[in-house]
């Protein structure tokens, strides 16, 4: 993770802005993706680490747009930097650098209140964005639950456990998991798994709802095909 770029970021955020219904663009008038849907326009402003620098962007965007978003690796995202953006009225989007998937999340919106002091960069920001017909540049809901790292690893044992009927320490070893990530089933944290006997796991009626869920829809989908290929190579059919 410490080789990755800020543009590394720009398609996860494209991806899902355009899953959305939005037009998207990047480098518009220096702001890094301009995003249009019906008459709104969304500014997306990506640094590695949030720092003064995207601070200062954040302010200087929400001159012209009222729906201004941080973008940084969900890694680096945590309480101080979301009470920091509920105080700037601005929106918090986080992609998974850390994950094989890398996918963006909105994680906290804008009220779409703020006042447009700008309106001259307003009309040439959102005329550029519209104008042009394809996005050839690669910029550098509410309330929803982060999908942390560690819920991310917790899906993929969801997956692997379902496939296999049930999980044990042994098996993890054999499927190539680092010893510490049996903690995950043992300290059941969100509940997902039920224990069999000792060191032994399944699926909890909690964890099968989740794996019905859409919002992990892809995530799931991924390791279920990563679940079916360590099932056929790793885990002992006999269990």
Do not use: H
Not at 103 to 127: C, D, F, H, W, Y
Request: include cysteine.
């Amino acid at each position: 993770m410490s080789d990755f770029k800020e543009s590394d970021m720009y398609e996860p955020v494209v991806k899902m802005l355009e899953k959305m219904g939005y037009i998207v663009r990047g480098e518009v008038k220096n702001c890094d993706i301009t995003a249009t849907k019906d008459g709104e326009t969304i500014i997306v402003e990506m640094k590695k680490l949030f720092n003064m620098k995207l601070v200062y962007q954040i302010i200087d965007r929400q001159t012209f747009a009222k729906n201004v978003y941080a973008c940084i690796p969900r890694k680096n995202a945590n309480a101080d930097v979301l009470r920091l953006l509920k105080r700037l009225d601005a929106g918090l989007i986080t992609v998974a650098l850390d994950s094989p998937l890398k996918l963006a999340q909105i994680v906290t919106e804008p009220s779409g209140m703020k006042k447009i002091t700008n309106s001259r960069k307003k009309k040439a920001v959102e005329n550029e964005a519209v104008s042009r017909t394809a996005d050839l540049n690669t910029g550098g809901t509410s309330g929803v639950k982060l999908v942390t790292a560690y819920r991310e690893k917790s899906i993929e044992l969801l997956c692997l456990c379902d496939k296999a009927g049930r999980l044990t320490r042994n098996d993890l070893i054999k499927a190539g998991y680092e010893e510490k990530t049996y903690s995950i089933l043992y300290k059941n944290y969100y509940r997902w798994f039920k224990k069999e006997g000792r060191a032994v796991y399944s699926v909890s009626e909690e964890g099968r709802n989740v794996l019905k869920e859409e919002k992990y829809e892809t995530l799931i989908e991924y390791y279920k095909e990563k679940a079916e290929n360590y099932y056929k190579t790793f885990i002992d059919t006999e269990n």
